[in-house]
C-alpha cells in the first residue's frame, strides 16, 4: 500500500523593503516561475486568483508575485503594525489551500504584450546591438538584487543614449528607488555602454 506523501507544512515569513509601503512574504513553496505584477485589480482579476483575494482587502494597493514571494503594496492610510500579521496569515492558509496563484498562459500573454510594445520600437542596427547589451546587463548584474528587496525591473525602451526600464513590486513608488537607479544603475550602464547618457524609470 502506497504511504501517503506528507508535504512539508508552508513556512512564510516576512521582510523589509526599501519601500515602506511595501513588505515582502517569502516561503518555501515556488509559486510562479517568472514574475506578475498586478498594481490594479482589473489584471488580478483576469490572471492571479491569489492577486485577485488580495485586493478584497481593503489595504491592499498593489500586489506583485515572483518566484517564492509575494510583495504586498499597502494603502499608506493602514499601518504595517495593524495588517502585517492578517496578511501572512490569509497568504499562508491561501498557499495551503493549494489553489491557484497564476493563471496558465499569464507568462505568454505578458510577453505578447512586451513584444507589441517592442516592435514599436524599431532599432537601427548599431541601437540594436547597445539594447541587447544592456537587457544583459540589466538581467545579470541589476534585476537579482532588485528581487532581493521584492521588486523587479525591466527594460522597455532605448533612444539617443537614454534608457527607460519599468520599476515593479516594492521598486513602484518607492522613494530609494530613484538613488538606486540613478547611483547605481545608470552609473554602470554607463561605464559599460559608453553611449548611455541617462536611465529614466517609468513605474509599473
Known amino acids: 500500500m502506497d504511504q501517503p506523501v506528507t ?89 495551503e489551500s493549494e489553489r491557484e496563484v497564476i493563471n496558465p498562459g499569464f507568462a505568454e500573454a505578458m510577453e505578447q504584450i512586451e513584444a507589441e510594445r517592442g516592435a514599436s520600437y524599431d532599432y537601427s542596427e548599431e541601437d540594436a546591438e547597445i539594447v541587447v547589451k544592456i537587457k544583459d546587463l540589466i538581467n545579470t548584474y541589476v534585476r537579482p538584487a532588485v528581487e532581493m528587496d521584492g521588486g523587479n525591473i525591466e527594460f522597455s525602451a532605448y533612444n539617443e543614449g537614454v534608457v527607460t526600464v519599468l520599476l515593479q513590486g516594492s521598486c513602484s513608488g518607492c522613494p530609494s528607488s530613484t538613488v538606486t537607479l540613478k547611483a547605481g544603475i545608470e552609473g554602470m550602464l554607463k561605464r559599460m555602454v559608453p553611449q548611455v547618457k541617462e536611465v529614466v524609470a517609468e513605474m509599473g
Do not use: C, H
Not at 39 to 56: I, N
Open 7 to 95: 508535504k512539508s507544512p508552508v513556512m512564510l515569513y516576512t521582510e523589509q523593503t526599501p519601500n515602506p509601503e511595501s513588505l515582502k512574504y517569502v516561503t518555501n513553496r515556488m509559486l510562479f516561475k517568472g514574475t506578475a505584477d498586478f498594481q490594479e485589480e482589473d489584471l488580478a482579476k483576469k490572471w492571479s486568483p491569489l492577486a485577485t483575494a488580495l485586493f478584497e482587502l481593503p489595504y491592499v494597493k498593489g500586489v506583485y508575485i515572483a518566484n517564492n514571494f509575494v510583495t504586498v503594496s499597502k494603502e499608506f492610510n493602514y499601518a504595517w503594525e495593524d495588517i502585517m500579521l492578517k496578511l501572512k496569515a490569509f497568504i499562508k492558509e491561501y498557499i
